[in-house]
């Protein structure tokens, strides 16, 4: 079972950037690629910088303090797969945007 959560609008995220936001007890960064939305962790397990604030090229983010580059795709760190973050399908009905959460 999914819950889908509305965490903004479309016009809220420019293309090529990201915005965090609360859902739940966590934040999760959702990605303007241009023809789609992604959504993952914001919270780089590195120290904890937001990624919502890296630099997006292409399928992947770096992030702002150190630079590890996270797949947008499938969350893993691109330097140790091992490492892998939370992503989330997401969904756009109208002008909102849905991310949708596992059951905890
Ligand atoms: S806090 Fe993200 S790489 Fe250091």
């Given at each position: 079972m999914v819950k889908k959560v509305i965490v903004a609008k479309t016009s809220d995220i420019p293309v090529?950037?990201?915005?965090?936001?609360?859902?739940?007890?966590?934040?999760?960064?959702v990605f303007n690629q241009g023809d789609k939305f992604l959504a993952m962790d914001d919270f780089c397990p590195?120290?904890?910088a937001s990624l919502a604030g890296g630099w997006i090229d292409g399928c992947t983010v770096s992030c702002p303090w150190h630079a590890w580059r996270f797949s947008l795709t499938d969350g893993t760190w691109l330097d140790n797969p091992k490492i892998k973050l939370d992503i989330f399908a997401v969904s756009v009905e109208g002008d909102d945007i849905h991310v949708e959460l596992p059951d905890e």
């Open positions: 090529n950037e990201a915005r965090a936001f609360p859902v739940g007890d966590r934040m999760i960064a590195h120290m904890g």
